[in-house]
C-alpha cells in the first residue's frame, strides 16, 4: 500500500470560489484523487499517493493556490459567514463586512482567528487564539485572547473598529510570537501585560460597558434543502466526511451556469451553497439524486466534532451514533467530541477523549475512554471536568447516555422556576433553591435518581436509596450499595480532575 500525503488548501472564512474550486478539483483528477474533504476550520483536505504527489503539486503551483503538506503551520481564519442570511438576521455583520475584513487580512498568520457575529452558535466563538466577536454596536467588535498552548483566555476591556481588525490581528500575532516566553505555554501569561505591548495608538476603540456574554450554544440543522427569504440554500454532510471529486465538479459547474458566486465549508465538514433560486431546484434535485446524496440525517449525527484525518476518532463517532440512534435519545443542545490525539482541540460541551493505558516508542495499546464536560456544559469553556474515567470501549454508550441526562439535569435544575406559595413559616429567598440529590456510584459514576427507581433491577420509581435492600448493587460495574455517594443533582458527576 501506497503512503498518502496530505494537501491542505485554505479558504479565508470558508468562503470558497466555484471557479476556483473547480480547478483544484480538476487538478484532482489528474493526481487520481477520487475523494476529498473539509476541515473544523473550513479548509480543504486531499489525500495523495507518493507517485502522484509531484503531478498535484506542479498543477496548483500553476493555478497559483497556497497550499501546504503534512503540516498546518498556518490555521485558517475561521468564520460565521456561511450562517450569514440563513441562520443569522437582523445584524449590522453582512456579507459586505466579511468580505471587507477578508480581503484586508493580506497576510497568512500562524495563528488562529475567528471571525464569529455574536447572534449565532454554528461557528465556534472562542476556538481561535485571536477571536473578534461582533458586537452590538454597529461595526464594533469584542475581543478574546486565548494564548496559545494554555487554557487562558483574556476578554479586552476596549472593542475595536472594523477597519482595524486585520491590522491589530497581526500586531498581536507579531507580539506574541516576539514573546514566546511570555505568552506560549506559559500558564500565567497576562492579557494585560500583552496590551501594555500595544504601543500604536491609532486604532479606533470604544471601551465595552459589560463582558460580552456569548449565546448559549444551539446549533442549526445545517443540511438539505431549505427555503430562506424568497430563495434556497444547500446543506450537504458526509458520514465519512467525504466528498467525491466528480460530485462537487458538477456541483461547481452548476454554481457557475445558475451565477452562484460562493460554496461555504462550515466548522462541522459540510458545505452549504446559498442564494439557490427556485427557478434552479431540479438541477440540484437531479444531482442529489445522480450521486445518491442522502440528506435529512438525525440531528444527534450532526452534532459531532471530529479530528481532522482521523479515522479512529470517526469510526468511534459511528459506533457513538449508532447506539443515540437505537435509543432515539434526545440529544439536542448539546455537543459531542471525539478527542483521540493529545494536542488537539476539539470544541465540546461533552468530550469523549481516547486514552492509552500502556504507551511505548510513540505507539498507544490497549485504549480506554474518558468523558469530561465543559464548566457549566459551556463548549466555549475548555474541557476539564471528568464524568466518567478509564471505560472500556462496550462500556462507553451507556456512560454517555448518562452525561447526556446529567446534562439536561444540570439545565433543568438550572432553568427551574422557584414559585411562591402561601406558607405561615419564614420564606426562604427566592435564589435558594431546594438542593435535589441523587445516589452515585463513586467507581463507575452511574447513578441511582429515587424519582426514576431502577428498572433494570425491578425496583419501582419514588424508592427511597435508605429502603433499598443491602444486597443492592450498580447496575452497571456490580460495585456494593454502600460505594454509592449521595450527590447534589448540579454537582453531577462533575468532579475536578
Given at each position: 500500500?501506497?503512503?498518502?500525503?496530505?494537501?491542505?488548501?485554505?479558504?479565508?472564512?470558508?468562503?470558497?470560489?466555484?471557479?476556483?474550486?473547480?480547478?483544484?478539483?480538476?487538478?484532482?483528477?489528474?493526481?487520481?484523487?477520487?475523494?476529498?474533504?473539509?476541515?473544523?476550520?473550513?479548509?480543504?483536505?486531499?489525500?495523495?499517493?507518493?507517485?502522484?504527489?509531484?503531478?498535484?503539486?506542479?498543477?496548483?503551483?500553476?493555478?497559483?493556490?497556497?497550499?501546504?503538506?503534512?503540516?498546518?503551520?498556518?490555521?485558517?481564519?475561521s468564520s460565521s459567514y456561511?450562517?450569514?442570511?440563513?441562520?443569522?438576521?437582523?445584524?449590522?455583520?453582512?456579507?459586505g463586512v466579511y468580505i471587507?475584513?477578508?480581503?484586508?487580512?493580506?497576510?497568512?498568520?500562524?495563528?488562529?482567528?475567528?471571525?464569529?457575529d455574536s447572534n449565532q452558535?454554528?461557528?465556534?466563538?472562542?476556538?481561535?487564539?485571536?477571536?473578534?466577536?461582533?458586537?452590538?454596536?454597529?461595526?464594533?467588535?469584542?475581543?478574546?485572547?486565548?494564548?496559545?498552548?494554555?487554557?487562558?483566555?483574556?476578554?479586552?476591556?476596549?472593542?475595536?473598529?472594523?477597519?482595524?481588525?486585520?491590522?491589530?490581528?497581526?500586531?498581536?500575532?507579531?507580539?506574541?510570537?516576539?514573546?514566546?516566553?511570555?505568552?506560549?505555554?506559559?500558564?500565567?501569561?497576562?492579557?494585560?501585560?500583552?496590551?501594555?505591548?500595544?504601543?500604536?495608538?491609532?486604532?479606533?476603540?470604544?471601551?465595552?460597558?459589560?463582558?460580552?456574554?456569548?449565546?448559549?450554544?444551539?446549533?442549526?440543522?445545517?443540511?438539505?434543502?431549505?427555503?430562506?427569504?424568497?430563495?434556497?440554500?444547500?446543506?450537504?454532510?458526509?458520514?465519512?466526511?467525504?466528498?467525491?471529486?466528480?460530485?462537487?465538479?458538477?456541483?461547481?459547474?452548476?454554481?457557475?451556469?445558475?451565477?452562484?458566486?460562493?460554496?461555504?465549508?462550515?466548522?462541522?465538514?459540510?458545505?452549504?451553497?446559498?442564494?439557490?433560486?427556485?427557478?434552479?431546484?431540479?438541477?440540484?434535485?437531479?444531482?442529489?439524486?445522480?450521486?445518491?446524496?442522502?440528506?435529512?440525517?438525525?440531528?444527534?449525527?450532526?452534532?459531532?466534532?471530529?479530528?481532522?484525518?482521523?479515522?479512529?476518532?470517526?469510526?468511534?463517532?459511528?459506533?457513538?451514533?449508532?447506539?443515540?440512534?437505537?435509543?432515539?435519545?434526545?440529544?439536542?443542545?448539546?455537543?459531542?467530541?471525539?478527542?483521540?490525539?493529545?494536542?488537539?482541540?476539539?470544541?465540546?460541551?461533552?468530550?469523549?477523549?481516547?486514552?492509552?493505558?500502556?504507551?511505548?516508542?510513540?505507539?498507544?495499546?490497549?485504549?480506554?475512554?474518558?468523558?469530561?464536560?465543559?464548566?457549566?456544559?459551556?463548549?466555549?469553556?475548555?474541557?476539564?471536568?471528568?464524568?466518567?474515567?478509564?471505560?472500556?470501549?462496550?462500556?462507553?454508550?451507556?456512560?454517555?447516555?448518562?452525561?447526556?441526562?446529567?446534562?439536561?439535569?444540570?439545565?433543568?435544575?438550572?432553568?427551574?422556576?422557584?414559585?411562591?406559595?402561601?406558607?405561615?413559616?419564614?420564606?426562604?429567598?427566592?435564589?435558594?433553591?431546594?438542593?435535589?440529590?441523587?445516589?452515585?456510584?463513586?467507581?463507575?459514576?452511574?447513578?441511582?435518581?429515587?424519582?426514576?427507581?431502577?428498572?433494570?433491577?425491578?425496583?419501582?420509581?419514588?424508592?427511597?436509596?435508605?429502603?433499598?435492600?443491602?444486597?443492592?448493587?450498580?447496575?452497571?460495574?456490580?460495585?456494593?450499595?454502600?460505594?454509592?455517594?449521595?450527590?447534589?443533582?448540579?454537582?453531577?458527576?462533575?468532579?475536578?480532575?
Open positions: 500500500m501506497n503512503d498518502k500525503i496530505t494537501i491542505k488548501v485554505n479558504f479565508k472564512g470558508g468562503i470558497i470560489s466555484p471557479g476556483d474550486l473547480y480547478n483544484i478539483l480538476v487538478a484532482a483528477n489528474k493526481a487520481k484523487i477520487e475523494n476529498v474533504s473539509f476541515g473544523l476550520r473550513q479548509q480543504l483536505f486531499m489525500d495523495v499517493i507518493n507517485e502522484n504527489y509531484k503531478i498535484l503539486v506542479e498543477e496548483l503551483h500553476q493555478l497559483g493556490i497556497f497550499f501546504e503538506v503534512n503540516s498546518d503551520s498556518y490555521p485558517n481564519i456561511p450562517a450569514e442570511e440563513i441562520f443569522i438576521t437582523k445584524t449590522w455583520l453582512s456579507e471587507d475584513i477578508f480581503d484586508m487580512m493580506d497576510y497568512r498568520p500562524k495563528l488562529k482567528i475567528n471571525i464569529a452558535s454554528i461557528t465556534p466563538n472562542l476556538t481561535g487564539n485571536i477571536n473578534w466577536v461582533a458586537s452590538h454596536v454597529q461595526h464594533f467588535w469584542h475581543l478574546f485572547i486565548r494564548f496559545p498552548k494554555t487554557n487562558v483566555v483574556y476578554e479586552w476591556k476596549e472593542m475595536l473598529y472594523t477597519n482595524d481588525v486585520p491590522r491589530m490581528s497581526m500586531h498581536i500575532e507579531e507580539l506574541i510570537f516576539a514573546n514566546r516566553k511570555k505568552f506560549i505555554d506559559n500558564p500565567l501569561a497576562s492579557g494585560d501585560e500583552l496590551f501594555d505591548l500595544l504601543t500604536e495608538n491609532n486604532y479606533i476603540t470604544k471601551t465595552a460597558e459589560a463582558p460580552v456574554k456569548l449565546p448559549g450554544f444551539n446549533l442549526p440543522y445545517y443540511e438539505g434543502l431549505n427555503r430562506y427569504q424568497d430563495k434556497f440554500w444547500l446543506g450537504i454532510y458526509r458520514r465519512d466526511e467525504m466528498f467525491s471529486v466528480s460530485f462537487l465538479k458538477e456541483l461547481c459547474q452548476i454554481c457557475l451556469q445558475t451565477k452562484i458566486g460562493q460554496i461555504c465549508s462550515t466548522p462541522w465538514k459540510s458545505i452549504i451553497i446559498k442564494n439557490i433560486e427556485s427557478r434552479t431546484l431540479k438541477y440540484w434535485n437531479n444531482l442529489l439524486a445522480k450521486h445518491l446524496i442522502n440528506v435529512r440525517h438525525a440531528a444527534n449525527e450532526l452534532n459531532f466534532q471530529v479530528e481532522d484525518h482521523c479515522h479512529e476518532g470517526l469510526e468511534l463517532k459511528n459506533f457513538l451514533v449508532k447506539y443515540l440512534h437505537k435509543d432515539d435519545t434526545r440529544t439536542f443542545g448539546i455537543c459531542f467530541g471525539i478527542k483521540t490525539r493529545k494536542k488537539s482541540e476539539v470544541f465540546s460541551n461533552i468530550l469523549v477523549r481516547r486514552r492509552p493505558l500502556i504507551s511505548l516508542f510513540g505507539f498507544g495499546f490497549f485504549h480506554v475512554y474518558d468523558i469530561l464536560c465543559a464548566k457549566d456544559f459551556n463548549p466555549n469553556e475548555r474541557t476539564g471536568s471528568a464524568f466518567s474515567t478509564g471505560n472500556f470501549k462496550f462500556l462507553l454508550p451507556e456512560q454517555l447516555r448518562r452525561a447526556i441526562l446529567s446534562f439536561y439535569f444540570y439545565h433543568d435544575a438550572a432553568s427551574l422556576p422557584i414559585l411562591k406559595t402561601p406558607s405561615s413559616k419564614k420564606e426562604k429567598p427566592v435564589n435558594e433553591a431546594e438542593p435535589q440529590f441523587v445516589y452515585q456510584c463513586s467507581h463507575c459514576m452511574s447513578v441511582y435518581d429515587e424519582k426514576t427507581g431502577d428498572p433494570s433491577k425491578e425496583i419501582p420509581a419514588d424508592t427511597l436509596f435508605s429502603k433499598l435492600p443491602s444486597s443492592y448493587t450498580c447496575d452497571l460495574c456490580d460495585a456494593p450499595k454502600e460505594d454509592f455517594v449521595k450527590t447534589n443533582i448540579l454537582e453531577l458527576g462533575l468532579q475536578a480532575i
